[in-house]
């Protein structure tokens, strides 16, 4: 904001960041990010001076800087705040910033997909998520839509057949299709602000997401039924160091861990080390059954050597357990808890335990921004923001019936 801006204008700002205040100040709690208040947004004055419009805005501009792209995704996937409307606020601020830097792209990128998420009815099939459907639901934000797309967004679709055609998540995280939807949206460079390439690469997004729920689950059953027939050779324990558990692995304690990541992956997921995990473990349960690559040594695969459960890897379990614990609604939570007492029950080794975060506590007149979280959830925070392949994934209604019929019920 400058001198010269319009009196007229400043109404507007301060309506714009008196409803992003909260949001972002609730986002500096979770993450800790080290931010004073701004008093004038704090008061919610009804009648602001020019000062504190710009004020307003240059601490709004602070919190665009410090938020990083992978922060705003999981709060927006678990924070009570967070509903269409908010969505819209905050789409509204970042496609107005006069520059948008690779940063900006990307969050306007994953909010209108979260936008459309939220607002997609449960059984929408993906033959129904066409341009014109999707331009329908971002109307409130886009308003009216040419829909003749250029020639060039044609590759997002190729890259979708190419996702469809996986047939493990180990496919599509590592056959260089996520690379390239992110050259895809570099490529554009300004051009992906044209509202009809928001629409395409909401649309390109949203079903991504769902590929992604469908490989996910249908690698969790292939789990399921690998335990079901080790465990009818008599079989009890596996190496599954490939994916950061131990040597002798309980398959008992793999069969909870397995339930509670499918209850999680219904609910809201985050991307990251859990679904490099998912994806050794299939790997680990091929190998016991025959089915895959030979286990490599635990130098070949990078990971520590044989030790119980409990001593194994601490950091990534604790990870795996406060992703789970805090992201997961109350039916989750349970569920990794059971999956927890079971594997107490089933094996001597004692697990690495991680109790959940603690509930968000309602904003207050007294600053929390500056609390500093504990240390080994914020090493976990900063591996984890290196870690956050290109699409978030959460909730996508309408997609288990259908991998379920592939898959057969598992229970």
């Known amino acids: 904001m400058t001198s010269s801006t319009p009196v007229q204008d400043l109404a507007t700002q301060w309506k714009s960041a008196c409803r992003l205040y909260p949001i972002y100040f609730e986002l500096a709690r979770e993450f800790a990010i080290d931010v004073q208040a701004c008093p004038d947004l704090e008061a919610g004055i009804d009648t602001p001076g020019k000062e504190a419009v710009e004020q307003a805005n240059h601490w709004l501009e602070q919190m665009d800087e410090r938020v990083q792209v992978h922060q705003l995704r999981q709060f927006l996937q678990t924070n009570a705040l967070v509903n269409p409307e908010s969505l819209l606020h905050l789409l509204g601020h970042f496609l107005t910033k006069p520059a948008k830097n690779a940063t900006v792209r990307d969050k306007v990128d994953f909010l209108l997909v979260q936008y459309f998420s939220q607002l997609a009815p449960a059984g929408l099939g ?10 329908q639901t971002l109307e409130p934000i886009l308003s009216q839509v040419d829909l003749k797309a250029p020639v060039w967004l044609n590759a997002l679709d190729r890259i979708l ?28 460079g300004e051009l992906f602000y044209l509202p009809v390439a928001l629409v ?36 009890e324990t596996i190496d599954c160091r490939r994916a950061q558990f131990s040597a002798q692995e309980p398959i008992l304690r793999l069969r909870m ?53 409990g001593k194994s890897q601490p950091a990534v379990k604790t990870q795996l357990k406060q992703t789970a614990a805090a992201k997961a609604p109350a039916s ?26 603690a509930p968000s506590k309602p904003l207050s007149n007294t600053s929390t921004a500056t609390s500093k979280p504990p240390q080994g959830k914020a090493k976990a925070a900063t591996a984890h923001a290196e870690d956050v392949p290109e699409f978030e994934v959460s909730g996508t209604p309408g997609w288990e019936a259908d991998v379920e019929s592939d898959s057969g019920s598992k229970s």
């Open 332 to 357: 989750s939570r349970a569920a990794t808890a059971a999956a927890t007492s079971a594997g107490n029950a089933a094996t001597t080794a004692k697990p690495a335990t991680a109790k959940a975060p």
């Open 200 to 235: 395409a690469f909401t649309r390109f997004g949203y079903l991504m997401r769902r590929v992604f729920f469908r490989l996910m689950l249908g690698d969790l059953n292939i789990i399921l039924d690998g335990l079901t027939e080790l465990e009818e050779k008599g079989i």
């Open 126 to 135: 993906d033959d129904d998520v066409d341009l014109a459907y999707v331009a």
């Open 161 to 188: 057949e190419s996702a469809r055609r996986c047939r493990s998540l180990d496919e599509l995280l590592h056959g260089g299709i996520l690379e390239q939807g992110r050259k895809a949206k570099t490529q554009a």
């Open 257 to 309: 861990i397995c339930q509670s990541w499918k209850v999680m992956f219904q609910a809201e997921y985050s991307s990251g080390q859990p679904l490099r995990m998912l994806v050794d473990l299939r790997a680990s349960v091929e190998g016991a059954l025959g089915k895959g690559k030979a286990p490599e040594t635990a130098a070949k695969v990078g990971a520590v050597p044989a030790q119980p459960l």
